[in-house]
């Protein structure tokens, strides 16, 4: 009985907080005030685009997109797909958490829409293990938590990128997601690249760019499976494009120029936002 509600309960803690972004409240709450974030205000955006850099260089971007659907007081749902960075995983993984913590409060995990979705997926699997040490959602769930404070999540991790892993997830949320898009907000947790090279990570950057604006999943796809763009989540947003959630709605950027930051082994990585209305 004690080991059933330690599960029920279990609580995945942060792994990049006081590294990527700040671990005291107070510092959190500073930052989205020079981000110029402000609860209720904001626009209608069924899904967003953010990146998941650290919060000095990426992370106005970041408020920039969730500013974007702020306005959508119907929200009670936050799926948001993030790439896992370690290159040995293969497939695509929900959370068996209870909740997730930020320095804001915990988020619950909506546990029936993940259940749905490995029912829906032949490839999904509900397995924390590749969510404990992985940044790419992590570092946006405080975004989460001060733009819609009531929400739940459901934590959407995939590992490198494959067609079938790509068709697999995108079928699944259109089966689950669609019934209750109106009380859904959709984010993708995205680097648009990342080079040794300066000018190649700005190009590549760039024709990611173009792509992201035209809904163009199948040129996309092909870009990122034969390695001539290098987005890092690009299979996810190829995934939220072929789902069919976002047909009608108009791809905006969040800001009129990219970020660019260097990594840890000296590579560029570029940044942007965008968001769907």
């Not at 509900?126 to 940044?135: R, T, V």
Request: negative net charge.
């Amino acid at each position: 009985m004690e080991a059933v509600l330690a599960q029920k309960k279990r609580i995945r803690s942060p792994v990049v907080a006081g590294m990527y972004y700040p671990e005291e409240r107070n510092e959190i709450l500073d930052y989205f005030n020079s981000f110029g974030l402000a609860e209720g205000n904001g626009g209608l955006a069924r899904a967003i685009i953010a990146p998941h850099g650290a919060w000095d260089f990426s992370g106005e971007l970041a408020g920039k997109a969730f500013s974007a659907a702020m306005g959508r007081n119907s929200v009670k749902n936050v799926v948001i797909l993030g790439p896992i960075h370690d290159k040995r995983e293969k497939g695509i993984f929900l959370s068996n958490s209870h909740s997730f913590h930020t320095p804001l409060g915990n988020i619950p995990v909506d546990k029936q829409i993940s259940i749905e979705l490995k029912k829906h997926g032949k490839n999904i699997e509900i397995n924390d293990i590749p969510h404990l040490a992985e940044h790419s959602i992590e570092i946006l769930l405080p975004f989460v938590k001060y733009c819609f404070p009531q929400a739940s999540i459901v934590p959407i991790l995939m590992g490198q990128p494959e067609a079938e892993y790509i068709s697999d997830l995108a079928h699944a949320m259109k089966t689950v997601i669609t019934p209750i898009i109106n009380e859904t907000l959709l984010v993708v947790s995205c680097n648009l690249s990342c080079y040794n090279d300066t000018a190649t990570a700005r190009l590549s950057a760039e024709e990611c760019l173009r792509l992201f604006s035209e809904k163009n999943a199948p040129a996309l796809s092909s870009a990122i499976m034969d390695g001539s763009i290098n987005p890092c989540g690009g299979a996810l947003v190829v995934s939220l494009i072929e789902s069919g959630l976002l047909d009608g709605k108009h791809p905006r950027s969040a800001s009129k120029s990219m970020a660019s930051a260097v990594g840890i082994e000296n590579d560029t990585v570029f940044y942007s936002a965008f968001f769907f209305e």
